[in-house]
């Protein structure tokens, strides 16, 4: 049935681009199918055409009555614009969904056509390489049919879950800006390493490679990551000293207050958006 389905990103951003990747890379909707949309940067579509070889287009050219799936991808600021920009052309039985963090689907749905069918989704970059973690929630209107087809089409790009609306931003916190936090780590891991002479390329691979092992740990033995540490750390040894230092500088705290900040900023960007649209509600 996918592979059937038309699909438009609007919106062609590093998010797009990472999805487009895994989708055209797992082959379940022709690359012909997937259109990709912004209003005027005609390079970077062109630069999407050339490396995915899908179709791009600036807005004033897309047909959207043409299209089954609709992918919000702009920048959160600019959705209230693109939303009224789309929604004359939509039709009741088209699926939009939306990447856009802090934006919820009763913001959608106060925006778009009655009854229109709207998901909110959060994946991350790994979305590029077909290793996403994506969390999906569906809006009032939303049928059974076109969640499972929302599962279908993101499971190309990773693994999804389904979680209520309202732990959508925490989800943001740990999973949508996580691959940054590993990124962070990695950065100060290889500076350090390579101070001490160690050859930069390999320094990345090892470390990368500990990471990914690290993570497999977890995901295939029935062990939680306090009994994995406690089992790899001996007392007085090297890696007790390392932990050590980690908590002396805050390191705990540190990740914590990461996730805690990132998805206060996803609450943050809804409540300014369904401000805004309270004023100018009560304005007219």
Not at 252 to 272: L, M, N, T, V, Y
Request: hydrophobic residues 40%; glycine residues 8%; aromatic residues 4%.
């Amino acid at each position: 049935m996918l592979h059937e389905k038309t699909i438009a990103f609007i919106g062609a951003g590093s998010m797009a681009e990472a999805m487009i990747s895994g989708i055209v890379a797992a082959g379940k909707v022709p690359s012909n199918q997937i259109f990709v949309t912004n209003r005027s940067n005609t390079a970077r579509l062109q630069q999407l055409e050339e490396n995915y070889y899908i179709k791009g287009l600036t807005s004033k050219h897309l047909n959207l009555q043409n299209i089954d799936i609709i992918v919000l991808a702009m920048k959160p600021k600019d959705a209230e614009v693109a939303l009224q920009s789309i929604k004359d052309s939509l039709q009741p039985n088209q699926l939009v969904l939306s990447v856009l963090a802090g934006i919820t689907t009763t913001y959608m749905e106060q925006h778009l056509p009655a009854g229109q069918q709207v998901i909110r989704v959060m994946p991350n970059t790994s979305s590029m390489i077909g290793e996403s973690a994506t969390a999906i929630s569906a809006g009032s209107s939303t049928t059974t049919e076109n969640m499972l087809l929302a599962k279908d089409l993101l499971e190309s790009i990773g693994e999804v879950y389904e979680i209520p609306e309202d732990q959508m931003d925490v989800f943001t916190g740990v999973a949508g800006s996580g691959p940054a936090y590993i990124y962070y780590l990695m950065e100060h891991m290889e500076a350090t390493v390579k101070k001490a002479g160690l050859q930069e390329k390999v320094t990345r691979e090892i470390i990368a490679q500990t990471i990914v092992g690290a993570a497999k740990m977890i995901q295939q033995q029935n062990e939680t990551p306090t009994t994995l540490r406690e089992n790899v750390t001996s007392p007085n040894g090297t890696t007790a000293a390392g932990l050590a230092a980690l908590e002396k500088n805050g390191a705990g705290k540190a990740i914590s207050q990461a996730i805690k900040h990132a998805a206060k900023r996803s609450q943050e960007i809804s409540s300014q958006l369904e401000g805004t649209t309270e004023k100018k509600v009560q304005a007219v």
